[in-house]
């Protein structure tokens, strides 16, 4: 029963590139959350997806930045433009469809560096 | 808003050291309380939780009490190992929202031999 899983591990971009994250929630979790860790400061919520719908984006940056959670496949945490500050360690977390609590499992994170 | 504060690291002890990591928390209504730690390179993993005033949340060796009179959830353990050095995070749901769950900005732990 596999957790959370995402990819790539580590991500190198340059200045302006696009980079895409990807998870894939643990069986039978139909949401899922983005956050991001900066250097010396705590977790940050980005946004909550279900299938198709976004439900919570008060965390996203309000350009460059978006996530979709298909019907099919697994989501994706889009950063168009990249810039040296949005170099960060992105994690998802998913959960059962009865909200968070307890319930909530992390992946081992993506590590986006922005040259 | 709700919101979780915590005690700024990072942390070095002994082995075998007691330690406190404070945390206090402001919601509305009553939330659940979470400890969660990451260790290095990983994501947080679920420590120990507690659903409603006076409960103590225990796992591997660490407690927390919900004390809603103080609004605290400090954590506990009587004896660090070096395999405790890891990032703890004291995190509540918020109930008013899909059992949101935010997070305290973290205490990074070192233990040493």
């Known amino acids: 029963n596999a957790g959370v899983m995402q990819n790539p591990r580590h991500l190198v971009r340059r200045r302006g590139q696009e980079a895409r994250l990807r998870c894939s929630p643990m069986?039978?979790?139909?949401?899922v959350y983005w956050y991001r860790q900066l250097p010396e400061e705590g977790l940050k919520f980005m946004v909550y997806l279900q299938k198709e719908n976004i439900i919570d984006e008060s965390g996203m940056p309000k350009e460059r930045f978006s996530a979709e959670f298909p019907k099919e496949g697994p989501s994706i945490l889009r950063i168009q433009q990249v810039v040296r500050g949005d170099s960060a360690a992105y994690f998802c977390a998913s959960s059962p469809p009865e909200g968070q609590g307890e319930k909530l499992f992390f992946g081992s994170g993506t590590q986006l560096s922005v040259l | 808003g709700n919101s979780v504060t915590q005690m700024e690291g990072p942390v070095t002890l002994s082995e075998e050291a007691f330690l406190t990591i404070n945390c206090t928390y402001t919601?509305?209504?009553?939330?659940?309380l979470f400890w969660y730690v990451q260790y290095p390179g990983e994501g947080l993993q679920l420590l120990l939780k507690?659903?409603?005033?006076?409960d103590k949340g225990s796992n591997k060796g660490f407690e927390a009490t919900y004390r809603k009179e103080t609004t605290s959830f400090h954590l506990e353990k009587g004896s660090v190992q070096v395999s405790d050095s890891a990032v703890y995070f004291c995190a509540l749901s918020d109930q008013s929202s899909y059992d949101k769950v935010i997070f305290g900005p973290g205490t990074s732990l070192s233990v040493i031999p």
């Open positions: 919601a509305t209504g009553y939330p659940s």
């Open positions: 069986k039978g979790h139909s949401h």
């Open positions: 507690a659903t409603k005033a006076d």
